[in-house]
């Protein structure tokens, strides 16, 4: 029998990481934990594959949360026609985390948007008789070998990671530190996988409990 769902697992740290709380509005702030969809991204900067869906399971939180003020000179689209045509910057504010280090845990579970698939990814669904085991033997030698698909990123772009990889000996989750509540958390944005419209998903009344946030299982993210 063909099991449906693959587990992989990841460490990954940084100097400094920002997971955008959509509320927070002109001068963001990060949630604690990465959101769902960032892991999700994380795992895909690794190895991306349109035939297998990654189902984010949890993140044990592996250094203390500690909030940091950032600013930088902004120059990206968000920026009103004008100063994008006189090419004119302005200086964003933001309240960051530093010194980060997480655990980050998923499934792999076949893709059920079949028709969303691009040819080449049809193609290979056809010929594998197990896509997530497929993907999780290729994953796991990529991690091993440092490979990536992209380079990952610790939220924005410019927050690169000082190591990703296998778990490290020395990390230590900690077990020990106090719950912290989340009321809301943002899910994903493209909630049907991929190439799939903008659907903005929400998670509500989480808790990191003992060093480990849970992203809630949701019956809609697995194959039938």
């Not at 999780?136 to 410019?158: A, D, H, N, V």
């Amino acid at each position: 029998m063909v099991r449906l769902s693959y587990p992989i697992a990841m460490e990954i740290a940084g100097n400094t990481a920002m997971w955008t709380r959509p509320d927070s509005g002109d001068c963001p702030v990060s949630y604690p934990v990465p959101t769902y969809s960032a892991v999700k991204a994380i795992f895909e900067s690794v190895l991306w594959g349109p035939s297998v869906e990654i189902i984010p399971t949890k993140v044990e939180l592996c250094a203390p949360i500690q909030y940091h003020s950032y600013c930088t000179n902004y120059g990206g689209p968000l920026r009103n026609s004008k100063s994008i045509k006189e090419g004119n910057n302005y200086q964003l504010y933001a309240t960051v985390l530093i010194d980060v280090c997480y655990r980050l845990y998923a499934e792999v579970v076949p893709n059920r948007e079949k028709s969303r698939l691009p040819e080449s990814a049809v193609q290979w669904d056809k010929k594998t008789t197990s896509p997530g085991h497929a993907y999780q033997s290729i994953f796991e030698r990529r991690l091993k070998r440092g490979q990536c698909y992209s380079i990952p990123t610790l939220g924005w772009k410019e927050f690169t990671p000082s190591y990703f990889g296998k778990f490290r000996d020395t990390t230590q989750v900690l077990s020990d530190a106090l719950p912290v509540i989340i009321p809301s958390m943002l899910r994903q944005v493209f909630s049907k996988g991929y190439a799939s419209p903008v659907s903005y998903v929400y998670d509500n009344d989480l808790v990191i409990r003992n060093g480990v946030l849970e992203y809630p299982k949701r019956s809609e993210n697995y194959a039938q």
